[in-house]
């Protein structure tokens, strides 16, 4: 019987393949030339943003909880995103009952979309440590078999079989560049493809705020960070797993680290130039590629977009940001009288330039705005760059005050 210990072959994921077929899909490799020509490179990108549940997770799931035997009691596990969905998911499709364990601070489209895969949702403690400790102990209780996010050669094995279809896709591969949080997918696609051809560079990619992979190779064991702090929720770990971190040391020719600014930006261009809907964790490979971290980055490149739950929240921050960046959304804050009619002349000025107002508000209360005045800020879309040049030679001219907001 296979163990945690155990360190799948690459028959474990050709037979993981065999077991998932008509169960999730093979997701597209597409190649962008926006990409390339950033990155210098032939950009491949594989979509797992369009797998069942969203998420690459849900190949491990399937995999391991198909191994049970009789099923078990059911299935537990802990997760405040993608796992949970897998797990939820696989559980309903192989007709075993679920029980998943989330943080109360667990966004309501999680949990909402979780429940609807077939789970029974717990929330519970206020973080997943919590959440994983209450877990174990149901599953000590019940009898229900604990699904373990990352360390467990099934699960690995399952995420491996991703390299499988990259390598089917695709001749030849030069690189891939695969988000690292317990280190399952890199892991299991590490696996495949070093087996199929050792010539193949796999490189990791962490974020700047959750470099436990990193820390761990530099500590020449698994080492846990205190915290960690990045958009990219799907793969901030403090703590890598003890089997991926074996394997990851061993086939995994580089680790490297993208920014959160980076990854912002990745997402926002995925949707607006590819049309794709990623969440950070999933960007963060293509960052990797586009943003030149890595030297192995030549030839034909392939980053894994591994998933697309993105929090609406964060994706509203993200496109704001993204639309200031290209200039094509600005904000001004201007002091004016607070009498009636001088907002009108400001508003004036956007009409007549076609700027679409996004957003006007107002403040009194502000200790560097004078008495009698009112400081108005206010969001606008642009056609153009130029356009925000004029609108601020026109404020100057009329000797307002103002300031450009970044």
């Keep these: 019987m296979t163990t945690t210990s155990d360190r799948p072959r690459l028959a474990d994921i050709i037979k993981a393949q065999r077991i998932l077929t008509d169960v999730v899909k093979q997701t597209p490799l597409e190649h962008s030339k926006t990409f390339s020509s950033m990155a210098g490179a032939a950009v491949y990108m594989k979509l797992e943003n369009l797998q069942s549940t969203g998420s690459f997770k849900v190949r491990g799931a399937i995999n391991r909880i198909s191994a049970l035997e009789g099923g078990a009691a059911g299935v537990v596990c802990a997760s405040a995103g993608n796992h949970a969905q897998g797990v939820a998911y696989a559980a309903s ?3 075993i009952p679920s029980r998943v364990f989330m943080p109360v601070f667990t966004p309501p489209l999680k949990v909402i979309a979780t429940r609807s895969y077939g789970a029974e949702v717990v929330l519970t403690g206020e973080s997943f440590d919590d959440a994983f400790a209450e877990a174990k102990k149901d599953a000590e209780r019940t009898g229900r078999a604990l699904i373990h996010a990352f360390d467990d050669p099934l699960i690995i094995a399952g995420q ?83 089997l991926t971190f074996r394997i990851v040391k061993e086939l995994v020719d580089e680790v490297v680290v993208v920014n959160d600014s980076e990854i912002a930006r990745t997402t926002y261009m995925l949707l607006q130039r590819a049309k794709l809907l990623a969440e950070p964790s999933g960007a963060a490979a293509l960052a990797a590629v586009i943003f030149h971290k890595s030297k192995h980055f030549t030839g034909n490149v392939v980053p894994v977009i591994s998933g697309g739950n993105i929090n609406m929240g964060l994706l509203q921050q993200v496109l704001e940001k993204g639309m200031m960046d290209e200039q094509l959304r600005a904000r001004i804050a201007v002091v004016i009288p607070d009498v009636a009619g001088e907002l009108k002349s400001i508003i004036s000025i956007l009409e007549k330039l076609r700027a679409n107002i996004h957003e006007i508000s107002h403040d009194r209360s502000m200790t560097t705005v004078p008495v009698g005045f009112v400081m108005a800020t206010i969001t606008f879309n642009l056609q153009n760059a130029e356009q925000l040049n004029t609108i601020t030679n026109e404020l100057r001219q009329r000797r307002m005050k103002y300031q450009v907001l970044r």
């Design 93 to 95: 499709k192989l007709g």
């Design 160 to 242: 491996g079989t991703i390299g499988l279809e990259i390598f089917s896709q695709l001749n030849p591969v030069n690189a891939i560049a695969v988000p690292i949080g317990g280190g399952g997918l890199i892991a299991g696609i590490a696996l495949a493809i070093k087996e199929l051809n050792p010539d193949i560079k796999i490189v990791g990619v962490e974020a700047d705020g959750s470099q436990s992979m990193i820390n761990s190779l530099e500590h020449n064991s698994p080492e846990t960070l205190s915290a960690v702090s990045t958009i990219a929720d799907g793969i901030a770990v403090k703590r890598p797993g003890d």
